[in-house]
């Protein structure tokens, strides 16, 4: 049996070392931006919008050509759960096959009594909020950056991303980053920008991120930027190894 995880996450990798370990023929498909996991399987980067002879929005021909040269039995959508395109690149491409497509749905974190959570539907919604903060923490992906004209003068932006973008703008400090981090690093790291507000995505897993855990210790507000609907997929899982045993008895 072939299968396709599209990840991006440690679920994924996690997700795709277990059915290797179960026999089954897995291929991993990472951006590749931030680094290429050590899999002992076939591990394809830099995403399917080169391998169509058009693009079809936005690079879906490439992922559906690539299904249908490689004859698998099924597609796992293990990806970021903010990451909308390739969600919907996968769905377009499965459904014109006519291939199963299924999802892992990260768990969000849950708010406790002690947080001080803001949910928001947009970045631009957040950044528009932000007046009584001076600095302000993002760990909200690299759309940060395109609304930096938007800071205050009297702020100062810090921004941490997993790639280097190189932003030209005043008052704006670039932190290039990888987790997982350590709540011990996070409070340092708040405490040395003197930062007054966190703005935030909820990733979700298992273990609550330092980043929450070092703003509730400090009694910090936090933005988050809520989760965005996702394509419609035949099945949806949020445990691995409900996922797994499902594999195991559909195919």
């Known amino acids: 049996m072939k299968i396709l995880i599209i990840g991006g996450t440690g679920d994924a990798r996690t997700l795709a070392q277990r059915l290797i370990n179960g026999g089954y023929h897995v291929t991993y498909s990472i951006a590749g931006i931030v680094r290429k996991p050590a899999l002992p399987c076939r591990v394809l980067t830099g995403g399917f919008s080169r391998q169509g002879q058009d693009v079809w929005r936005n690079g879906a021909i490439g992922l559906y050509w690539h299904l249908r040269r490689e ?20 769905q377009l491409a499965c459904d014109r096959i006519g291939l199963p497509l299924w999802r892992f749905d990260r768990k969000p974190w849950d708010k406790t009594v002690q947080d001080k959570w803001f949910e928001r539907e947009s970045l631009m919604e957040i950044v528009a909020e932000l007046g009584a903060f001076q600095r302000p923490f993002f760990t909200a992906g690299r759309e940060v950056f395109d609304l930096v004209d938007q800071r205050l003068p009297d702020q100062q932006w810090i921004v941490r991303t997993a790639g280097v973008y ?86």
């Open 166 to 251: 190189a932003v030209n703008a005043p008052q704006v400090v670039e932190l290039k980053e990888i987790g997982p981090y350590r709540l011990a690093d996070e409070l340092q790291l708040f405490k040395q920008y003197a930062v007054d507000v966190l703005v935030t995505k909820n990733s979700g897993g298992e273990a609550v991120a330092p980043k929450l855990t070092a703003a509730r210790e400090l009694g910090l507000p936090v933005y988050i930027l809520k989760r965005p609907a996702l394509p419609w997929v035949e099945r949806s899982f949020t445990c691995l190894d409900a996922l797994e045993n499902t594999i195991k008895t559909a195919f």
């Open 71 to 90: 004859g698998y039995d099924l597609v796992i959508d293990a990806t970021h759960p903010y990451s909308v395109q390739i969600s919907t690149h996968a």
